[in-house]
């Protein structure tokens, strides 16, 4: 073990490095979402994490949203409104959001979470029935986003916005080489898959790349199975030598430089690669289609945490976004759906003519939203994971 | 020993408490406290909204302590397999960090020691600028449309060969591994061979060795203190790395790394998670113990 000497000598000579690396990988990981809530969850499991819950002196709303998910003037012109501050802060994952309350953080007066943490959420017991007589705005909410199988009935929720998980590609690509854009089958039968092989990247997400594959198979998304989970795990396998990689994040910037040409990813991404396609003054564009098999919908809704310390505060805050102009800011910000029906006719048209972001009644009926798995389904799910990583 | 002691002074001894007193509160707080921890967290149940089933409970539901985690890692060689394929990422990444930073550290030893300083500066400047900016940095450089691609694949299509793509594969993995960690090689040798002797050099020369024989038999077996305590820096971050295979692996460059990550973010099931974590310590302690040993049999021999 005398080895063992030489190796502290040389450890000391270079310990400031290692330190600065773990350092830079908070800082900088603002991309890379999942590294932020790996170490929340590591915080969680050292018992160390906090957050106060300072008492507060003046009108202060405390809200908890994801990343660029609100207008910035939407904000200020609350803030005059009700003559008090929003104090914002962010996340980029359900699971991030989760592992932070999980912790014991408090405070929040609203949360936005998608349908499957803010159904956990309620189950709970963590959140605060809504009153709505105070959302008399309420009405404006399409009726075919209210009532959804995550809160019954709209006790806790309010829906916000929505995104779908499609098919996002490089137009000029896709007719030069022939390829269908409006079926699944485009990422999963080799026969297309041959044309566009290393130029596909799928999402770096068990669940949403199980829905893709069970929506192919004509299963529901949420379908638990096992023998039709063994189905998409070896239809995915099957496809998978075509596929550039499994990819969460950077696709966005893949796609706008023109190195992958079709993608399985989220719709405002699409939109936000299209942007900035368009702001480089590339000589293509990037479009998303809602294949016919169906997709999944993710609807974010606004709820009100039970430890907030201003739900009256929050009350008001929910029944301004849900005035037309007020939520036609953010899907004219980054191409989200919005279930409120009044924002339509503040939506650019080119937004709101988009059925990829509004789909038509027949691309409608086939979105579903994904329940959530227990722990036996998820360890299930995580092994067939691990496998098609593999394989 | 106790007659060495008695001999230090109070003050003396006083230093040396509070010398050696952060770093061992330093390794309790952010050494054994997590890892006990992640061990008892491996005997629970995975809670149902994530986090762990509560330790007691109404009967009925998942409660209290279980190997049901350890039995699951080990019913299922997949498991065992991904450890085989994070070792051999590691391995090769080791032995291609040290192939290349042999010569390097050997050259700024033997340099005058004026530039020396100046050249271990050139190896560390990478880590000046952020760890995950060089990995984008690498997306850039292997793109389809940079000019490493063009060329590499110009020339495999004039000998009639499919082209490749370079990012989003094994090969863009490793490259990134001893990129990152090359330093981490570099440094350790260089500690190493700057402390050699020259005049046993000299000595070998008068005595008739050529440059080969006063390398092999003089300054690498001297050397080897160093090339193992590179390698231990090389090789133990680089089996747990997950952001590397995360942002420049394609489609099956899963590592341990990544199934940790996965455990405790898209599966919340942080039970497995522990088991593997605590799996992936005693593998990298058990290798490093063997190497261990088989270095110190071979260092009596030389």
């Known amino acids: 073990m005398k080895i063992f000497s030489h190796i502290t000598s040389d450890l000391a000579a270079v310990f400031w490095q290692p330190s600065r690396m773990a350092s830079s990988y908070i800082r900088e990981h603002r991309d890379h979402r999942e590294v932020g809530v790996f170490l929340c969850v590591l915080c969680v499991l050292c018992g160390s994490w906090f957050v106060s819950s300072s008492a507060l002196a003046r009108d202060e709303l405390h809200l908890y949203n994801w990343n660029n998910y609100i207008s910035a003037e939407t904000v200020a012109r609350f803030e005059t409104q009700c003559a008090c501050r929003v104090v914002q802060d962010y996340y980029s994952d359900n699971e991030e959001m989760l592992a932070k309350l999980a912790a014991g953080a408090t405070g929040y007066d609203i949360i936005v979470p998608t349908g499957n943490a803010m159904e956990s959420l309620i189950r709970q017991q963590a959140l605060r029935p809504l009153d709505k007589a105070k959302l008399p705005n309420l009405k404006n909410i399409n009726p075919a986003y209210l009532d959804t199988a995550f809160d019954p009935g709209n006790r806790f929720s309010v829906p916000y916005a929505y995104t779908l998980t499609l098919l996002g590609y490089n137009v000029e690509k896709m007719r030069e080489l022939g390829l269908p854009t409006d079926t699944w089958a485009v990422i999963f039968e080799p026969e297309f898959l041959e044309k566009v092989k290393g130029r596909i990247t799928v999402l770096d997400s068990q669940r949403e790349l199980m829905a893709a594959a069970l929506k192919y198979l004509g299963y529901s998304a949420s379908d638990t199975d096992e023998a039709h989970w063994k189905q998409a795990r070896d239809l995915i396998i099957r496809a998978k030598p075509y596929w550039a990689a499994f990819n969460a994040s950077s696709y966005i910037k893949e796609l706008t430089v023109g190195n992958i040409w079709l993608v399985h990813g989220y719709s405002n991404d699409i939109f936000q690669a299209n942007l900035d396609a368009q702001k480089a003054g590339r000589k293509f564009s990037i479009a998303s289609a809602i294949p016919k098999q169906g997709a999944v919908l993710s609807l974010d809704s606004m709820v009100l945490h039970k430890t907030g310390p201003r739900p009256d505060l929050a009350l008001r805050f929910i029944d301004y976004m849900l005035e037309g102009s007020n939520s036609a800011e953010l899907t004219n910000l980054i191409g989200s759906g919005n279930p409120n029906l009044d924002a339509l006719r503040y939506i650019k048209p080119e937004i709101a003519q988009n059925p990829a972001i509004f789909p038509d009644a027949q691309h409608q009926v086939n979105l579903e939203m994904l329940r959530d798995l227990n722990r036996h389904q998820r360890r299930v799910l995580s092994r067939m994971w691990t496998e098609i990583k593999l394989r | ?302």
């Open chain 2, 1 to 302: 020993m106790s007659k060495k002691h008695a001999e230090l002074s109070p003050a003396a001894r006083l230093t040396k408490w509070l010398v050696s007193g952060s770093p061992f509160v330093f390794l309790l707080l952010f050494f054994a406290a997590p890892g006990i921890i992640m061990v008892l967290a491996s005997f629970r149940y995975p809670g149902e909204f994530g986090g762990l089933a509560p330790l007691t409970a109404d009967p009925g539901t998942l409660h209290g302590l279980t190997l049901e985690t350890y039995r699951f890692f080990f019913s299922d060689l997949i498991y065992t397999e991904i450890f085989f394929k994070s070792l051999l990422v590691a391995l090769a990444t080791t032995l291609i960090c040290l192939v290349m930073a042999y010569p390097l550290a050997l050259l700024i030893a033997r340099s005058p020691k004026r530039s020396r300083d100046f050249m271990v500066l050139l190896v560390i400047l990478p880590f000046a600028s952020n760890f995950l900016i060089r990995i984008y940095a690498w997306m850039i450089l292997l793109g389809p449309q940079a000019a490493l691609s063009l060329m590499l694949n110009g020339l495999l299509g004039a000998f009639g060969m499919e082209p490749v793509h370079l990012l989003f594969s094994p090969f863009a993995v490793l490259v990134a591994m001893v990129y990152v960690h090359l330093p981490f090689m570099v440094l350790p040798l260089y500690t190493n061979l700057e402390r050699h002797d020259p005049a046993l050099l000299d000595a070998a020369q008068d005595l008739g060795a050529n440059a080969w024989q006063r390398f092999w038999r003089v300054t690498f077996p001297l050397s080897l203190p160093g090339i193992f305590s590179g390698s231990v820096l090389v090789f133990i971050p680089v089996m747990g790395m997950f952001a590397i295979p995360d942002i420049l692996g394609g489609t099956g460059d899963m590592l341990i790394g990544n199934l940790i990550k996965e455990q405790f973010l898209g599966t919340r099931d942080w039970p497995f998670g522990s088991t593997l974590s605590i799996m992936l310590t005693i593998a990298v302690l058990l290798f490093v113990w063997v190497a261990a040993k088989l270095g110190s049999t071979r260092g009596r021999y030389a």
